[in-house]
């Protein structure tokens, strides 16, 4: 469910860039529709995503610059490098993929948001056991750019299925870049997503950015 008081303050700030003649940061909406065994839609909810980790803001700042990153040593405040899922820290050189792979992944942890995390606190694994969900494979990226308002959007979509035998509670989604090695984006869920047993989950992040500054 959208907040209309952050609604408004993401409004403000896009009013902000467009008098400062700067595109606004992408932002990300993320839907989620649960179905159950019969296919009876019975979850439809669209919450705002807005935690972009250090993974994302140095990505996206070594693509813009092509600078010599920091080397493999930290991952922290003053350090231009990447942090993998595995815990093993990349140069940001070597991490800007020759094409970006992006993939949704979901949890059941509650920690509180850190720009410096790189894994879901508690990521739900891929099977039929308990407490797992089957991951289908991402859907193909879908882009569309809409003239009156001059928006680029793009929706990445992915389906889970819920055959572990008992309901499972969706607490956080997020996204991870190349290849399923760099968390870059984490969204605490509220309210959470309760998934029953055999129904199916649909997780669409849609990203969007506002080039009226510019075009």
């Known amino acids: 469910m959208l907040n209309p008081i ?4 993401f409004a403000e700030l896009k009013d902000k860039c467009r008098e400062l003649g700067v595109p ?4 990300i909406h993320i839907g989620f529709q649960v179905h159950d065994k019969n296919g ?4 439809d909810d669209l919450q705002r995503g807005h935690s972009w980790t250090r993974n994302y803001y140095n990505l996206l700042y070594a693509c813009a610059t092509s600078g010599v990153g920091s080397g493999s040593a930290s991952f922290m405040a003053g350090y231009m490098s990447q942090k993998r899922q595995s815990g093993s820290i990349d140069n940001i050189i070597a991490g800007i993929p020759s094409s970006l792979i992006l993939t949704i992944i979901v949890g059941t942890g509650d920690t509180a948001f850190s720009v410096e995390q790189t894994n879901l606190a508690t990521q739900i694994a891929d099977g039929s056991g308990a407490g797992q969900l089957s991951h ?12 009156g308002t ?5 929706t990445r979509q992915r389906i889970f299925n819920n055959n572990s035998g008992g309901i ?3 607490k956080e989604v997020g996204i991870l870049s190349d ?3 760099y968390l870059v984006e984490r969204s605490l869920l509220d309210p959470a997503v309760a998934v029953p047993v055999g ?3 649909t997780v669409t992040y849609e990203i969007t950015m506002g080039f009226s500054a510019i075009d």
């Open 6 to 9: 952050e609604e408004a303050k």
């Open 24 to 27: 606004a940061p992408p932002e």
């Open 40 to 43: 009876v839609l019975i979850f």
């Open 136 to 147: 289908q494979p991402m859907a193909a990226a879908v882009s569309t750019y809409t003239a």
């Open 150 to 154: 001059k928006t680029w959007k793009t």
């Open 168 to 170: 499972i509670t969706l």
């Open 179 to 181: 290849n399923y090695t």
């Open 199 to 201: 129904a199916q989950l």
